[in-house]
């Protein structure tokens, strides 16, 4: 199916997922929100390696844009690893590889922000890609945040950083190490404990490894079971996004579902394209409706 056939077939969204919560923390009544997600797009104008396709990012991106643009969707957000780098990394190129997919973002007629992924720093600095990029309703884009939508809560939290709490920088870490300051998770508890809505988080780096078969350690934060601690015990989370493992996957720990969406990246062509509308109810209910390879999840409760 082409892509002008693929869009008009999507025009109706079909409800995916019927996910039910149960926060035992207080949250005020909510509309229904939807949003739009995608991650791990590795945007290089460079030739594809293995089975990424770099410069396929940007057209991936501009079917999805134009999609939540139909869709109407409240706002959207990458999760992520947004650009890459030549074989020959440079500075002055990479920064024109991340202007050049931060306008095709920009073209989403909405809100729009980012998540910090590891390939975000990979020969450029965090103050160099925040000085590049616009989160919706601030003046200057953070590493992590929050902000408010219909009712709702979110939060985007940035694991890229050290076990000994240095920030990424210019390529200067491993990707296995990652790590998030106990300064942000101090933050990420008042966050929580202020803001009564149900709550979204959003993250690059996975905090359900141990859900996985086998060590998936390399893909988490090593003090993840410190964050899904404070998670648990706010009441009010209602789901995590992630990206980072470009395979996907779904999680349920101690009633919080953890959805990691594919990456843009992987194969060639418009049918190996991968993202999502999330829709939240009034109810607290979730639909994920997944469009390419993304995946849709229909009747699973926590």
């Given at each position: 199916m082409n892509r002008k056939k693929f869009l008009l077939?999507?025009?109706?969204?079909?409800?995916?997922?019927?996910?039910?919560?149960a926060g035992g923390g207080k949250t005020v009544a909510a509309p229904a929100i939807r949003f739009g997600i995608v991650t791990d797009l590795h945007y290089a104008d460079r030739t594809p390696n293995g089975s990424r396709y770099y410069r396929e990012s940007l057209t991936k991106l501009s079917e999805c844009v134009e999609l939540m643009n139909e869709q109407r969707v409240n706002f959207l957000i990458e999760l992520g690893d947004f650009k890459d780098q030549n074989i020959q990394p440079d500075e002055g190129e990479t920064l024109r590889f991340l202007?050049?997919?931060?306008?095709?973002?920009?073209?989403?007629?909405?809100?729009?922000?980012?998540?910090l992924g590891n390939h975000d720093m990979d020969s450029i600095s965090k103050e160099q890609f925040l000085s590049k990029i616009h989160n919706?309703?601030?003046?200057?884009?953070?590493?992590?945040?929050?902000f408010n939508a219909a009712h709702h809560h979110f939060v985007v939290l940035d694991a890229n950083y050290t076990?000994?709490?240095?920030?990424?920088?210019?390529g200067n870490f491993d990707w296995k190490d990652c790590h998030i300051p106990e300064e942000q998770l101090k933050w990420l508890e008042e966050d929580l404990r202020e803001h009564h809505q149900p709550t979204v988080v959003f993250i690059h780096q996975q905090l359900d490894g141990p859900a996985f078969e086998g060590d998936h350690s390399r893909y988490c934060p090593d003090n993840a079971d410190k964050v899904r601690a404070i998670l648990e015990r706010s009441g009010k989370v209602l789901?995590?996004?992630?990206?980072?493992?470009h395979d996907g996957g779904y999680n349920i720990i101690n009633g919080i579902p953890y959805y990691t969406l594919k990456a843009v990246i992987e194969g060639e062509g418009d049918q190996n394209n991968?993202?999502?509308?999330?829709e939240i109810g009034k109810d607290r209910e979730i639909a994920i409706r997944g469009y390419r390879r993304a995946v849709s999840k229909t009747r699973l409760k926590s």
């Amino acid at each position: 199916m082409n892509r002008k056939k693929f869009l008009l077939s999507s025009l109706t969204l079909i409800a995916g997922t019927k996910l039910s919560f149960a926060g035992g923390g207080k949250t005020v009544a909510a509309p229904a929100i939807r949003f739009g997600i995608v991650t791990d797009l590795h945007y290089a104008d460079r030739t594809p390696n293995g089975s990424r396709y770099y410069r396929e990012s940007l057209t991936k991106l501009s079917e999805c844009v134009e999609l939540m643009n139909e869709q109407r969707v409240n706002f959207l957000i990458e999760l992520g690893d947004f650009k890459d780098q030549n074989i020959q990394p440079d500075e002055g190129e990479t920064l024109r590889f991340l202007e050049t997919i931060e306008a095709k973002f920009r073209q989403f007629k909405g809100p729009v922000y980012h998540v910090l992924g590891n390939h975000d720093m990979d020969s450029i600095s965090k103050e160099q890609f925040l000085s590049k990029i616009h989160n919706s309703g601030f003046s200057k884009a953070r590493g992590h945040y929050s902000f408010n939508a219909a009712h709702h809560h979110f939060v985007v939290l940035d694991a890229n950083y050290t076990r000994e709490g240095i920030g990424y920088d210019r390529g200067n870490f491993d990707w296995k190490d990652c790590h998030i300051p106990e300064e942000q998770l101090k933050w990420l508890e008042e966050d929580l404990r202020e803001h009564h809505q149900p709550t979204v988080v959003f993250i690059h780096q996975q905090l359900d490894g141990p859900a996985f078969e086998g060590d998936h350690s390399r893909y988490c934060p090593d003090n993840a079971d410190k964050v899904r601690a404070i998670l648990e015990r706010s009441g009010k989370v209602l789901v995590v996004f992630q990206g980072h493992y470009h395979d996907g996957g779904y999680n349920i720990i101690n009633g919080i579902p953890y959805y990691t969406l594919k990456a843009v990246i992987e194969g060639e062509g418009d049918q190996n394209n991968s993202y999502a509308i999330v829709e939240i109810g009034k109810d607290r209910e979730i639909a994920i409706r997944g469009y390419r390879r993304a995946v849709s999840k229909t009747r699973l409760k926590s």
